[in-house]
């Protein structure tokens, strides 16, 4: 079903070009691991299962991950109708609504394509967003799954967790243990190699685009839902919000970064933007800002916060 979310041809290019130079880069190294390990049929059985165990079990996995559990519209009945408020407005498939019991105020979709979607919020978003806000985030959330961007990070993320599992696989598996003649070394030195290689570029790529794309989230949700000065706001809020949580338990998020609405870590200064998952706050909200006067929007965006 195509949703009423405007398509993004920017979004499409960096996808497809990023996608492109992953696949790339997956072919070099499975013809490589073939090669080094001399043994196509399990390299083979590996990637096929753990890309297909990533992708049917993501939803799963983060839910898992953040306590995360599926609610009915009998227990938050404000929160199922402004998702299907929103998914009425889009043309889209209304995705399981779950909430998870944490005070880190942040909400993360998950799931392998539109008809087999989870939206998650926390209950401390929940308490600290007026509704305008809540909308905001939740249609940003939603661009996520129409634009299939969910489903797009893992398949591209996949390279990169094989590459860290082969270097794992190098130490601990039993092709290794109570060898120490030369042909080992050479081999276990280069799976390290070409895994650490792999990682690192897979690792780059797939950052450069999931900051792409949750821009494009926000302009999408500020399209749809005609506000762009909530969403801010709820950025400047969230942002703000969880700079004062303890260490200990955004450490329970890290890991699952790319889904969420704001980093789970907070902005990352200089250059190690280059890692982060996520744009910087000032751009996210210079980006509102511009669209807010293109809307004609009263208020300008990041000062009801």
């Known amino acids: 079903m195509q949703s009423r979310f405007r398509s993004d041809r920017r979004l499409t290019a960096r996808m497809g070009v990023t996608l492109f130079l992953l696949g790339l880069l997956y072919v070099a190294f499975v013809a490589a691991l073939i090669v080094l390990l001399k043994s196509w049929i399990l ?20 839910l898992y991950a953040m306590h995360g559990r599926v609610v009915e519209r009998e227990e938050y009945p404000e929160l199922h109708g402004v998702v299907d408020r929103l998914c009425a407005q889009a043309d889209m498939p209304k995705p399981v609504v779950a909430v998870s019991n944490m005070d880190m105020p942040n909400a993360f ?5 539109p008809d087999h979607a989870v939206l998650c919020v926390t209950t401390g978003l929940l308490r600290r967003l007026e509704p305008g806000e809540l909308e905001g985030v939740l249609a940003h959330e939603l661009s996520h799954v129409a634009h299939k961007d969910v489903a797009v990070i893992t398949v591209a993320s996949f390279l990169g967790v094989l590459a860290g599992l082969m270097v794992r696989f190098a130490f601990y598996s039993q092709l290794f243990r109570g060898r120490k003649d030369q042909n080992t070394l050479v081999i276990f030195a280069g799976v390290m190699g070409v895994s650490a290689v792999v990682y690192a570029l897979s690792f780059l790529l ?8 949750e821009l494009a989230a926000d302009r999408a949700a500020a399209q749809l839902t005609g506000r762009p000065s909530e969403l801010a706001s709820a950025l400047t809020k969230v942002t703000g919000e969880i700079a004062r949580i303890p ?41 509102l800002s511009r669209m807010s006067v293109e809307l004609g929007e009263a208020t300008a965006p990041g000062k009801a916060a």
């Open 43 to 62: 390299v083979v059985v590996l990637a096929a299962g753990l890309l297909l165990a990533q992708y049917w079990f993501s939803d799963r996995v983060a």
């Open 109 to 113: 979709a998950t799931g392998r394509n």
């Open 206 to 213: 797939i950052r450069a685009l999931s900051r792409y794309r």
């Open 247 to 287: 260490t200990k338990d955004l450490r329970t998020a890290q890991a699952f970064n790319a889904f969420f609405f704001t980093p789970a870590l907070g902005a990352q200064p200089g250059i190690t933007r280059l890692f982060s998952t996520h744009p910087s706050l000032e751009q996210r909200l210079e980006q």
